[in-house]
């Protein structure tokens, strides 16, 4: 099958490359001219386990290709996947600029049927609104499908091979019989592509996405209460997720959800409902908890300071919004950094590869290490917020000889509590018991 994909982001460069991995013809298109050529010359503009392989190899056979003409990518694609971005507004409304404006594009273009499916999170409606601009320009047959995104930063090679659901929504049967036959492969063992209308398939991603982000924020406030009541929140968390009604998944506290979905998509279905008339009082709390969840640790310092942090020097490992990825989009990191700095504080960080990206957002207001190690030189404390695997198992030893203090704040649970006892760290986690040495 032939394919366009208009937006080479991370979901856009995910779904081109995953769709020539089953051997269909994949275009896809980005105006940054110099991203384009550098994904030409083969170098991939994001990191993602996994995607290095399958886009080096549809590249040489072919099958995956790239560039700014919009006109050649879509001339004999069968189906056009716009998946560009929605970004909060001002209101917190999805802005719908890019997907509206590349609908205006590309109508103006089209001389056949095609398919063309929002891959982008988008409001309730938006498939509407996109079917009247290609109704408005152009008299070609044109249906319009609402195909929602599920990946996990992290995963997401694996999320899109392997799908749990694809949720497809769509009154078309002929636009649904081209979906059917070009998701198939992905769902050999069974998994189900669920056809629905295009509200319904809109409203599901971000149900779905603020629902996880409600079982996080209802675990968080769970573990800042175990702290208060002397519970340990593990003990909570697995005798809770054991329950098959409550699942084990997204029940792991910490200093709340970031990235470029979870926070957007929550403030966005709060927006529409209230667009609605409809006061989506439980999204609100959610938004108010992981905001002040985000910079608990800091809290903890200044308890443990009396106050006061002017001077202090904090080493921080993990950048990211979570390990796997260099998106730093709204991850807790980057609050801490700000409430540290605000409080006289200096900080050096070690991320394994979210530093670029910081360093283009807060420049030198920060130091960077070249190892987590170096990061804790002259350190008074180590703060951690990101739970990459490199950070599960350090040489304790080595840490104990370049701290200056043997004083940890873990964002993510990392360690076993009595190994810190016997190790003699003041160890301070979410929701389990405070240590003192």
């Not at 694609?77 to 997907?99: E, H, N, R, V």
């Not at 594009?105 to 001389?111: A, F, G, R």
């Not at 490992?317 to 801490?336: C, H, M, N, Q, V």
Request: charge should be negative; hydrophobic fraction near 40%.
């Amino acid at each position: 099958m032939k394919i366009a994909v208009i937006g080479t982001g991370y979901v856009g460069l995910v779904t081109g490359t995953c769709l020539s991995e089953t051997g269909n013809n994949v275009i896809c298109v980005d105006i940054n001219e110099a991203k384009v050529k550098k994904m030409q010359a083969g170098e991939v503009p994001i990191y993602e386990p996994g995607l290095d392989v399958l886009f080096h190899r549809n590249i040489a056979q072919g099958r995956l290709t790239f560039t700014t003409d919009l006109a050649h990518a879509i001339k004999d694609a069968q189906i056009i996947f716009m998946a560009l971005p929605t970004p909060p507004g001002g209101d917190g409304a999805a802005d719908l600029s890019y997907i509206l404006g590349a609908a205006k594009d590309i109508s103006k273009l089209v001389t056949n049927y095609k398919v063309i499916v929002n891959k982008s999170t988008v409001p309730v409606g938006t498939a509407d609104k996109v079917q009247a601009v290609f109704t408005a320009h152009t008299d070609v047959e044109i249906d319009v499908v609402s195909n929602p995104e599920f990946l996990r930063e992290g995963v997401a090679v694996e999320d899109f091979m392997k799908p749990d659901r694809v949720v497809i929504g769509t009154r078309s049967e002929r636009a649904q019989k081209l979906m059917a036959e070009l998701y198939g492969p992905y769902v050999r063992q069974g998994n189900p592509i669920l056809f629905m209308d295009e509200r319904s398939s809109e409203l599901t991603k971000y149900a779905a996405n603020s629902f996880l982000a409600t079982k996080i924020t209802f675990m968080n406030e769970v573990a800042n209460l175990c702290e208060i009541v002397n519970a340990d929140v593990d003990a909570v968390r697995k005798g809770i997720g054991s329950d098959a009604r409550i699942g084990k998944r997204f029940l792991f506290p910490g200093i709340g959800y970031g990235g470029s979905c979870f926070p957007k998509d929550v403030q966005a279905l709060a927006k529409s409902a209230d667009e609605h008339n409809y006061d989506f009082q439980i999204l609100r709390s959610v938004m108010q908890v992981n905001e002040r969840q985000k910079t608990i640790l800091v809290d903890k310092l200044l308890k443990y300071y009396k106050g006061d942090l002017k001077g202090k020097h904090f080493a921080l490992w993990g950048l990211a919004f979570k390990p796997e990825t260099d998106d730093i989009r709204e991850a807790p990191s980057l609050y801490i950094i700000e409430e540290l700095l605000k409080h006289g504080a200096t900080v050096t960080a070690f991320d394994p590869e979210g530093m670029n990206n910081v360093k283009a957002l807060v420049g030198d207001r920060i130091t960077y290490a070249e190892t987590q190690y170096d990061a804790l030189v002259d350190a008074d404390a180590l703060l951690i917020a990101t739970e990459w695997s490199v950070f599960r198992n350090p040489d304790f030893e080595r840490m104990e000889e370049t701290l200056s203090n043997k004083v940890i704040f873990d964002g993510r649970n990392l360690y076993d509590l009595q190994k810190m006892i016997d190790l003699g760290y003041y160890y301070n986690s979410v929701g389990r018991k405070l240590i003192n040495n």
